[in-house]
């Protein structure tokens, strides 16, 4: 039996184009750390949007803790202030429960 999230991210990006490949290259190695280390990080996607420079994470936990300690990893911590350097505008981001 899987496990039901109980707590989603939604999050979209625009990336300036000559910091794309640094981007991939961050978001790649935070996805390794996070499947290695988070057992309540139940789904971590990063889909390509409509354009080239888009990117969509989606992201589902066990509950908003587990999402918390996420955030709060040491690698993501570093992964983020270089991430957020990347970024071209603000990024959409939604946190959501389910619905039934």
Not at 17 to 22: D, I, N, R, S, Y
Not at 35 to 44: G, I, K, Q, S, W
Not at 72 to 87: D, F
Request: aromatic share 10%; with cysteine; hydrophobic share 40%.
């Amino acid at each position: 039996m899987t496990r039901q999230a109980g707590y989603c991210c939604y999050m979209r990006v625009r990336i300036k184009p000559e910091k794309l490949a640094e981007f991939i290259g961050l978001v790649r190695e935070l996805r390794q750390q996070v499947l290695a280390n988070e057992p309540d990080t139940l789904v971590f996607e990063i889909l390509q949007g409509p354009q080239p420079e888009e990117l969509v994470f989606f992201e589902c936990f066990t509950d908003q803790a587990a999402q918390q300690r996420h955030q709060n990893q040491p690698y993501h911590a570093a992964m983020s202030q270089a991430g957020w350097a990347c970024l071209d505008g603000d990024p959409v981001i939604e946190f959501m429960e389910p619905a039934v």
